[in-house]
């Protein structure tokens, strides 16, 4: 994508949008039960000490109760999660992940560093941690933006 006409923010900005359907597109082929998007739960729920609930998930996630909820009954229903109801409060879900899902990392394990090493092919360790830092604080101000439009600042 050549964006000579425009500041630097915004071709960054494009970017990540051409990116993000980009790496949607190769993660879609490169799992064969699994999307891109489901993955990315999984990934989320990998990092929770404890099983979260469908809540804690979306805000890992970064995205609605409504569309992570969707994803966790498609990964349920593949045999990858599984919900319980909370102990303490009925109310809540808390999403379990399953001996199948422990067995991704096995089946995929080698062709996930080949791609992850063919995508930063020519991009210096200092680079990559520089724009994963450029990601984070663009990350915060989003959070920042949506606590501002909720009305909760």
Not at 74 to 89: C, I, M, N, P, S
Not at 119 to 134: C, F, K, M, S
Request: charged letters at 25%; proline letters at 4%.
């Amino acid at each position: 994508m050549e964006l000579k006409n425009y500041p630097a923010p915004y071709v960054l900005f494009g970017s990540l949008l051409a990116m993000g359907n980009r790496l949607q597109a190769a993660g879609d082929r490169f799992y064969d039960e699994i999307t891109t998007k489901q993955w990315f739960v999984l990934a989320v729920l990998e990092t929770f000490s404890a099983p979260p609930t469908l809540g804690e998930l979306a805000r890992g996630v970064g995205s609605s109760h409504q569309n992570v909820k969707q994803l966790v009954l498609k990964l349920q229903q593949k045999g990858y999660v599984a919900l319980a109801q909370d102990g303490r409060d009925a109310r809540k879900n808390r999403v379990h992940r399953t001996p199948k899902c422990a067995e991704l990392p096995e089946k995929y394990g080698a062709r996930q560093q080949e791609f992850m090493r063919a995508l930063y092919t020519g991009i210096r360790a200092d680079e990559a941690e520089q724009a994963a830092g450029v990601l984070a604080r663009m990350l915060e101000n989003l959070e920042k933006m949506q606590t501002v439009e909720e009305g909760l600042e």
